[in-house]
Structures are given as structure tokens and as C-alpha cells.
């Protein structure tokens, strides 16, 4: 009895090692197929414009945005928010950055320190829901994290209905009394931003990245045919 018990232990234990190795393997082919995949340029043929729009792409470790001026000659961001939502805008800022991912992970990890495994976990392997991260800012100096490219007005046109179909509008876009729908007293500290309901599930197949690279693809920019992770993205250059 002892002998059957200690082999059907031992047989429980590698079945549970195999499984586990089957399952870090299908994860490590997933990962390298989605960097190969984002590594593979659309667009290809991009220039950056003589006269264009400029815009910066906010490529962090783990996050990305879209950071575009308030108002262009294409687009006045203007009146698709208002000032009562943003209660740390001075009012002097240029610019307008848009950031689409999970819903608690984005409320509840202001900075790098506030992670938390659970929140990682949930928003990598289940559907979540999402929200719209809306910060008014200056223009960021360029640097490896931020990212200036200059897209033509076509693109940028594109871009900002890309972007405008990711919010939950309270009335119609075709009239006079649709809003974004705001999530009330969600900010960050010390900072000019604040949250709106947003279209879309977030999950492992289409992350925050994934978001991004589809915006800069919608403008005509070079970017990653998939961009789940941060890497492919870095290709916004000419």
C-alpha cells in the first residue's frame, strides 16, 4: 500500500512538472512571437512631413501614450473637456495626452512604487474593463522616452478619430451636447489629468502598447504590425 501511495505521488508530481513546463513554454513562444510580430514595420514607406503635426509618443518600460497639441488647424481638443474635470490645470498648457488601458490598474497604480501583483496579473490574463487617461501638459523634451514625429494632416486627422472613438460619449458626437463621460474625483496627485469611461476590453491581446501602435498606424507612421509590449513601438522614427 506504502509502494502504490509513494508512486502514484511521484506520478502526480510529474505530471505537474510537465504541465508546468508546457504551460512556461507556450508562454516564453507566445512572448517571442508578439516581439518577432511587433518587430515586422507597417507602413514602411512613412516620411515625416516638411509641413505637418508634430506629436510625441510616450514610450515608457511598460506603458505607452499619444501626446498631441489642444488645438491644430485639423482639430480643437478644446471643448471635448471640461475645466471643472481637470482641478490641477493652471490653463497655459499646450498640450493633451491620451493614454487607453486597464481600468483598476490605471486608478489605482499612480506611480511605479503603487504596483500590486494582483492588479498586474488580472489585467495580463483576464479581459478587463478600460479607461481613457487624459493629462493636460507642456511639450515634453525629447529624450528616449519621448518620442517627436511628424505625421501630415490626413494622418493626424485619422489619428484624432481613432482616438475620439475610444471614449463613452454621453449624447451624440453629431451634436451639441455630447460630453466624454468622466469618472468623477479620479486624479492623479499633482497632476493636470483626470479619467474617462473608455470603449474596448483590455487583455494580454490588446494591451495599452497595442493601443498606441494601432493610433500611429492609423496615422501612417512606421510602427510594429502588433505592438502588445513597448519594444515594437520604437520604430515611430523615419
Known amino acids: 500500500m506504502a509502494a502504490a501511495a509513494s508512486t502514484t505521488r511521484r506520478s502526480l508530481f510529474w505530471r505537474i512538472v510537465r504541465r508546468t513546463l508546457h504551460l512556461a513554454l507556450v508562454v516564453v513562444l507566445a512572448f517571442t512571437g508578439a516581439v518577432l510580430i511587433g518587430l515586422i514595420p507597417v507602413n514602411r514607406d512613412f516620411k515625416s512631413p516638411d509641413d505637418g503635426i508634430d506629436i510625441v509618443v510616450c514610450?515608457?518600460?511598460?506603458?505607452?501614450?499619444?501626446?498631441?497639441?489642444?488645438?491644430?488647424?485639423?482639430?480643437?481638443?478644446?471643448?471635448?473637456?471640461?475645466?471643472?474635470?481637470?482641478?490641477?490645470?493652471?490653463?497655459?498648457?499646450?498640450?493633451?495626452?491620451?493614454?487607453?488601458?486597464?481600468?483598476?490598474?490605471?486608478?489605482?497604480?499612480?506611480?511605479?512604487?503603487?504596483?500590486?501583483?494582483?492588479?498586474?496579473?488580472?489585467?495580463?490574463?483576464?479581459?478587463?474593463?478600460?479607461?481613457?487617461?487624459?493629462?493636460?501638459?507642456?511639450?515634453?523634451?525629447?529624450?528616449?522616452?519621448?518620442?517627436?514625429?511628424?505625421?501630415?494632416?490626413?494622418?493626424?486627422?485619422?489619428?484624432?478619430?481613432?482616438i475620439q472613438s475610444y471614449f463613452v460619449l454621453d449624447g451624440s458626437s453629431q451634436a451639441d451636447d455630447f460630453h466624454p463621460r468622466v469618472l468623477p474625483g479620479e486624479h492623479y496627485p499633482n497632476r493636470a489629468d483626470a479619467f474617462y469611461e473608455a470603449q474596448g476590453t483590455y487583455s494580454l491581446l490588446y494591451t495599452c502598447n497595442a493601443w498606441t501602435g494601432d493610433a500611429l498606424q492609423t496615422a501612417g507612421v512606421r510602427t510594429g504590425g502588433w505592438t502588445p509590449f513597448p519594444m515594437g513601438i520604437l520604430q515611430t522614427g523615419d
Open 59 to 162: 514610450i515608457g518600460s511598460a506603458h505607452s501614450e499619444i501626446i498631441v497639441p489642444i488645438i491644430t488647424d485639423v482639430h480643437d481638443w478644446g471643448p471635448w473637456f471640461s475645466a471643472s474635470e481637470f482641478p490641477n490645470r493652471d490653463g497655459f498648457e499646450t498640450h493633451v495626452s491620451f493614454g487607453w488601458g486597464d481600468r483598476e490598474f490605471f486608478l489605482h497604480t499612480p506611480t511605479w512604487d503603487d504596483v500590486r501583483a494582483d492588479l498586474t496579473a488580472r489585467s495580463m490574463f483576464l479581459p478587463t474593463d478600460t479607461v481613457m487617461h487624459v493629462e493636460m501638459m507642456d511639450l515634453p523634451a525629447e529624450n528616449e522616452i519621448y518620442r517627436y514625429v511628424t505625421i501630415d494632416r490626413a494622418g493626424y486627422k485619422r489619428m484624432v478619430e481613432f
